[in-house]
C-alpha cells in the first residue's frame, strides 16, 4: 500500500544476504532480491548470517520511531542453539544478560517446537552428540548481534537466527527472498505508539 509517495515493504531476507543495497566487496545484497524503488532503505538491520524479516520503507519518520530505544517494540526471533537450556537457563535472559556493552533489558524467553522453516542454505553445522533445540526470544532493543551474544553468555551457541515479528508485523508464510508491500491497516498498527 502506497499512501502520498511513502512505501513499505517486508522482506524474508535470506542468509548470506547483507541488510543494505550495495557493497564494495560485492557481496549479495537486497538489490539482488527485487527491483526495489530508490528511496528506501532497511528499517535497521540482520547479520548476514541471521535472516527474516526485514521492514523496507522511506517513510523516516517511521524509521526513526522504530529505530529509537525509548520506544521499546517488540522483536521476536527464532531462535536454534546448540544444546537445550533449562528453565534457570531461560530465566537468566529473562533477567537480563551482563554482555560487554552492559546488562541487557529483560527479554522474553521459551522453548518451542521446530517451526516449519525452508532448510537453510547453506545448512546449519550440526554436532552428532550434541542436540539441538529452538527459542523464541523476545527483545524490546537491537544492539550489534545481541542474540547471538546472549544464548552463547549462558553456554548455547546460535546456530539459527531468524527474525519472525517486529512489533505488529509478522513474517508469517513469506518465503525466503520474497517481498510483500504491507498493507494499509499494518502500516497504521505499526505507526501507533505503546499505550503503556
Known sequence: MITS??????????????????????????SSLHNFPSDVY???RLDMDSEGLLIITNDKSLTDYLLNPKNKHEREYFVQVEGIPSENDLQKLRNG???????TLPAKAKIIDEPDFQPRVPPIRERKNIPTSWLSLTLIEG???QVRRMTAAIGFPTLRLLRVKIKN????DL???KVRELT???IENLKKTSSS
Open 5 to 30: 509517495g511513502r512505501k513499505y515493504f517486508i522482506l524474508n531476507k535470506p542468509y548470506g544476504v547483507l541488510s543494505q543495497f550495495s557493497d564494495k566487496e560485492n557481496r549479495i545484497t537486497l
Open 42 to 44: 532497511p528499517v535497521g
Open 97 to 103: 544478560i551482563i554482555l560487554k556493552d552492559g546488562l
Open 143 to 145: 544492539r550489534n548481534r
Open 169 to 172: 508485523i509478522l513474517l508469517g
Open 175 to 177: 518465503g525466503v527472498g
Open 184 to 186: 494499509k491497516t499494518e
